[in-house]
C-alpha cells in the first residue's frame, strides 16, 4: 500500500481519505485548521503535518482537495508549498474544482520538478465523498493516471 499525503481534510477531502485509510494505505494530512486534521485522524489514524511541505515529505503520492485556486497555489506552490519536498517521480493528484490557468500552471511546474500530475476534480458531492460514490474527471498523461487510478478507485 502507499503512503499518502491528503491536504484539505473538509467536507469532501475528510471522506475522500478516509476511503484511503480503509482500503489500507497510510496517510499524513495537512488542513489550515489543525482542529479538523487533529479530529481526522483521531477518528482513522494517521499522522498530521504542519505544513503542507511536511505531509508530502518522502509520500509517493500527494492528494490535495482544497477550496479554489488561490488554496491551491498556496498548498503546492506557496511558501511550506508540497512541491518543495516532493521527490522527482511522485505522482500528485488534485481533487479541487478549480481553473484551466492553475490546472496548467500546475502542471507545468511540477513537469520541471519531475513530478507526474493528475488534474482530477470531483462530482458527487458530500455524500458522495462519504459513500465512496463520485465521478472523477481526469486529465494528464497516461503514465500519471495510470499510477493514480489505482488510489483514485479507492
Same mark, same amino acid.
Given at each position: 500500500m502507499a503512503n499518502i499525503a491528503?491536504?484539505?481534510?473538509? *467536507? %469532501?477531502?475528510?471522506? %475522500?481519505?478516509?476511503?484511503?485509510v480503509e482500503a489500507g494505505h497510510e496517510l499524513t494530512v495537512y488542513n489550515r485548521t489543525r482542529s479538523k486534521a487533529e479530529a481526522w485522524v483521531a477518528k482513522h489514524g494517521g499522522v498530521v503535518a504542519d505544513n503542507?511541505?511536511?505531509?508530502?515529505t518522502e509520500k509517493q503520492? *500527494?492528494?490535495t482537495c482544497v477550496g479554489n485556486d488561490d488554496d491551491l497555489a498556496? *498548498? +503546492? %506552490?506557496?511558501r511550506d508549498g508540497a512541491f518543495? +519536498? %516532493?521527490?522527482?517521480g511522485a505522482l500528485f493528484i488534485d481533487h479541487t474544482t478549480v481553473s484551466a490557468r492553475i490546472a496548467r500552471q500546475l502542471s507545468v511546474e511540477a513537469e520541471g520538478r519531475g513530478i507526474h500530475v493528475v488534474d482530477a476534480p470531483v462530482s458527487g458531492g458530500q455524500a458522495g465523498a462519504e459513500n465512496g460514490n463520485l465521478s472523477v474527471m481526469c486529465g494528464g498523461g497516461e503514465e500519471a493516471f495510470s499510477a493514480a487510478e489505482l488510489i483514485m478507485s479507492a
Amino acid at each position: 500500500m502507499a503512503n499518502i499525503a491528503f491536504i484539505g481534510i473538509g *467536507v %469532501m477531502g475528510g471522506p %475522500m481519505a478516509g476511503h484511503l485509510v480503509e482500503a489500507g494505505h497510510e496517510l499524513t494530512v495537512y488542513n489550515r485548521t489543525r482542529s479538523k486534521a487533529e479530529a481526522w485522524v483521531a477518528k482513522h489514524g494517521g499522522v498530521v503535518a504542519d505544513n503542507p511541505a511536511q505531509a508530502a515529505t518522502e509520500k509517493q503520492i *500527494v492528494i490535495t482537495c482544497v477550496g479554489n485556486d488561490d488554496d491551491l497555489a498556496a *498548498v +503546492t %506552490m506557496g511558501r511550506d508549498g508540497a512541491f518543495s +519536498t %516532493m521527490a522527482r517521480g511522485a505522482l500528485f493528484i488534485d481533487h479541487t474544482t478549480v481553473s484551466a490557468r492553475i490546472a496548467r500552471q500546475l502542471s507545468v511546474e511540477a513537469e520541471g520538478r519531475g513530478i507526474h500530475v493528475v488534474d482530477a476534480p470531483v462530482s458527487g458531492g458530500q455524500a458522495g465523498a462519504e459513500n465512496g460514490n463520485l465521478s472523477v474527471m481526469c486529465g494528464g498523461g497516461e503514465e500519471a493516471f495510470s499510477a493514480a487510478e489505482l488510489i483514485m478507485s479507492a
